[in-house]
């Protein structure tokens, strides 16, 4: 089983530790608990998952903060990453 951290429980992403494939059963840890879901495609070591579907132009919240805003919508166990989200800062 592939292993993933939450950094806040507020976050609806986490971070990847070891690549992913499509399929992987993902063991989160961290944030509000342990937590597990199915990887909808690869993501590669250190990148973002989505813990659960985010609307398009919803918040993408990491550390408890807002990280950038979805481009488009994103369902669970989905790669968050700079094709599909917008960053946040000012």
């Known amino acids: 089983m592939a292993r993933a951290i939450r950094m806040h429980e507020k976050d609806n992403v986490a971070t ?3 690549d992913v494939a499509p399929g992987d059963a993902i063991s ?3 944030g509000a608990g342990p ?3 199915e990887a909808a495609e ?3 070591f250190g990148h973002k998952i989505a813990l659960s579907a985010i609307g ?3 918040k993408i919240r990491k550390y408890g903060e807002t990280i950038g ?5 994103i369902q669970a166990g989905t790669h ?3 094709h ?5 800062r000012g």
Do not use: D, F, Q
């Open 16 to 18: 990847v530790l070891e």
């Open 28 to 30: 989160i840890e961290g």
């Open 35 to 37: 937590l597990g879901i």
């Open 42 to 44: 690869a993501v590669p």
């Open 56 to 58: 398009k132009n919803k």
């Open 69 to 73: 805003i979805a481009t488009r919508a």
């Open 80 to 82: 968050v990453h700079v």
């Open 84 to 88: 599909n989200l917008k960053s946040a």
